[in-house]
Each structure stands twice: as C-alpha cells, then as structure tokens.
C-alpha cells in the first residue's frame, strides 16, 4: 500500500481486541521510531513499552483510553537531550511526536490499529513506569489487533480542507 492511502485508511482505533501484538512486530515498531529524524539529530526520543497483561491493568488507572489495547508505548524525551533553539525553545516534543508518528504508521503497515493517547494523569503514570524527573512523558501509543466492531468515530470524517489550512506564497492567499 502506498503511503497516502497508509495515511487515508488510518483512524483511531478505540475498540481493539486484545489479542497479543508478536515481539518481532514490536521490534519493527521500535525501529521505525529509532530512524525518525530529530532536531540536530539529539534523538531524545525515550519509549517505555508497557505489554504484561497486570501493567497493562494498571495503566487503566492511568488514561481510560487504552480500550483493551495489548500493546501500549509510552512515548517520552529526555529534557536533558533535546534540542533547545534560542527563540522557539526546546523541541523535545516535535522529536518526540515525529517518532510516535513513524511507529504508528509501522504498527498500520502491519495491520494493527493505533491510537494517540494524550489523556493521562501524569504522575500516576510516572509511578507506574517509574519515570525519573527528566524523562516527560508526551503521549501513550495504544497498539493492537482491531476487533470485528472496529470502525472510525465521527470526528475522523471531519477534515477541513486544504484551502482553509494552506496558503500559497503569503499567509491568506489561497492554494
Ligand atoms: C496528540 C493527540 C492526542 C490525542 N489524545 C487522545 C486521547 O487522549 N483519547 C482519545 O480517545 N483520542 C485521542 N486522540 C485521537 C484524536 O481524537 C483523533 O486523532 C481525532 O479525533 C481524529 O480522528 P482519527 O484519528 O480517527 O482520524 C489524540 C490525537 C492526537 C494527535
């Protein structure tokens, strides 16, 4: 499948079915979140994969998004690392989404539906994965099989078009 269609058939999945996501998938998830470019290549980007079924209970009392997700990554940057530009500030965050992107998208190259999960109650999660001070955690990647219910919510349908995001030349002027 080529990437726009990769990216026209992706829709948050919220209804997974539990079933288990195979090491070597996970592996190649990994990767592909390891060959992300970043911000003077300073590769902040650090990932907790939270797969045993008791952590996986209590990452429930964490978010309420994980829908019965068998894979979660807790997609974090090193504050340490990332790159800090003089007036934009530091771009942790940018690296850090960058490489959750590249993984979700892996992860759909494989079949498994994804969700971006950034609603979570921080400190429970930083007790939970026993995140030290300088590690801030950006996003939870639910990954796993879609169950027979999968289907996209509402919102997914809703995208503006490219004439009210994109300008041509000067900011307004139309594509
Ligand atoms: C940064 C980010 C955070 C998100 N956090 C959540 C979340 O906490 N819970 C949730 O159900 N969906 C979350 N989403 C999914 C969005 O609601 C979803 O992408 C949007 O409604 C468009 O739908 P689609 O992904 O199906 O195309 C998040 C998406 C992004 C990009």
Not at 3 to 28: C, I, M, P, T, W
Not at 57 to 71: H, I, N, V
Not at 140 to 150: A, F
């Amino acid at each position: 499948m080529d990437f726009l269609e990769l990216a026209k058939n992706r829709y948050s999945e919220r209804r997974f079915s539990g079933e288990r996501v195979n090491l070597q998938d996970v592996n190649r998830i990994l990767e592909a979140g390891r060959q992300a470019p970043s911000c003077v290549n300073k590769q902040c980007t650090r990932v907790v994969v939270i797969d045993d079924d008791d952590e996986l209970e209590r990452l429930d009392s964490c978010t309420r998004f994980r829908f019965g997700a068998a894979l979660s990554l807790c997609v974090c940057y090193d504050t340490h690392s990332e790159w800090e530009q003089r007036t934009l500030g530091g771009y942790g965050k940018v690296d850090t989404s960058i490489a959750m992107t590249q993984m979700m998208y892996e992860a759909e190259s494989l079949g498994y539906g994804t969700l971006i999960v950034a609603g979570f109650d921080e400190e429970r999660l930083r007790e939970l994965l026993k995140l030290p001070d300088d590690i801030l955690p950006v996003m939870l990647l639910m990954v796993g099989c879609r169950s027979e219910q999968s289907t996209p919510a509402r919102l997914h349908f809703e995208r503006m078009p490219l004439s009210e995001t994109v300008s041509h030349g000067v900011y307004g002027n139309p594509w």
